[in-house]
């Protein structure tokens, strides 16, 4: 892996959002207190003079505990070889079952936080958590996003400052 200075990172960010998708971890590995959930919105930036990445968790997720819990989290991107596991990861719970066993995927320590990353991923966002804020449904301009929220469980969104990235030599342009 390639560390990258979040200055020079490029990437293609719908196509990491909606197409690949991302692993999102929070908690701590060394306990082994921690759950991971697919993620396919969010996004980058520049907020406050620093590098970010936001996401959006719905209260109803195990990994909405872990966010809530602790300071900071990772996304990793895996090939397209990886979205059988991932697709796992996306819609089974970490409450009933070590999904993290059954995906086959393998966490390994993060540079700076505590959240794993994935030794397969090819692409790993370590983050610190800067902000949080619940989306409300009376601030959507756009009516259609109310059919996203047949059940009203709205997401919180997050912003972590990203603190490392790394990326597989031959992901170059993700």
């Not at 759950?35 to 109803?60: D, L, Q």
Request: glycine letters at 6%.
């Amino acid at each position: 892996m390639i560390h990258i200075e979040p200055s020079a990172f490029t990437a293609r960010p719908h196509h990491l959002w909606n197409e690949r998708w991302f692993l999102l971890t929070s908690g701590d590995l060394q306990s082994g207190d921690y759950n991971s959930m697919t993620v396919a919105w969010g996004g980058f930036g520049t907020m406050w003079g620093k590098p970010f990445v936001t996401i959006v968790v719905r209260p109803v997720r195990h990994t909405f505990s872990f966010l809530e819990r602790y300071d900071n989290f990772t996304l990793c991107s895996f090939k397209e070889s990886f979205k059988k596991e991932l697709v796992l990861l996306g819609s089974q719970s970490g409450r009933t079952m070590d999904k993290i066993k059954e995906s086959g995927l393998t966490p390994i320590p993060s540079m700076q936080v505590s959240s794993p990353s994935f030794r397969e991923a090819d692409l790993i966002l370590e983050c610190k958590k800067m902000y949080w804020d619940d989306l409300e449904p009376d601030h959507f301009l756009d009516e259609s996003i109310h059919e996203k929220y047949p059940e009203k469980d709205y997401h919180r969104m997050y912003f972590g400052e990203i603190l490392a990235i790394r990326e597989a030599a031959t992901a170059r342009g993700i």
